[in-house]
């Protein structure tokens, strides 16, 4: 079973920055392709960035040039570094663990950005 917790979500102007975390129990986060997905109020969860276990990554066209996935296997923890955000970004960050068939979920993290 692995748990996972997000934090650093807010409240930020558009413009402004915010760093999501997620930490992840277990001994084999190493293994695992994690990822961060979004839901806005009314709307279907959406992709928004992955990394594999290699540190191969990949984002979702709306926020490239934005938004950067990082992990630290030492430290069981994956990262979104969110610049420039925009009043679209506003949605529920959840974090998203992947481990050959098991697939986990965060809680999730509110990120509201003002105009």
């Known amino acids: 079973q692995v748990q996972l917790v997000e934090s650093g979500g807010g409240l930020v102007q558009a413009g402004g920055s915010l760093r999501l975390s997620c930490a992840a129990s277990?001994?084999?986060?190493?293994?695992?392709?994690m990822g961060w997905y979004r839901q806005a109020p009314g709307k279907q969860r959406e992709f928004v960035a992955l990394?594999?276990?290699?540190?191969?990554?990949n984002c979702a066209d709306s926020v490239k040039g934005r938004f950067t996935i990082s992990r630290d296997n030492a430290k069981n923890t994956v990262n979104l570094q969110m610049n420039s955000l925009k009043p679209e970004d506003t949605a529920v960050y959840y974090c998203?663990?992947?481990?050959?068939?098991?697939?986990?979920w965060g809680q999730g993290t509110q990120v509201t950005v003002s105009s």
């Open positions: 998203r663990s992947v481990i050959g068939p098991n697939l986990y």
């Open positions: 277990g001994s084999i986060f190493s293994r695992s392709v």
């Open positions: 990394i594999t276990s290699s540190g191969t990554t």
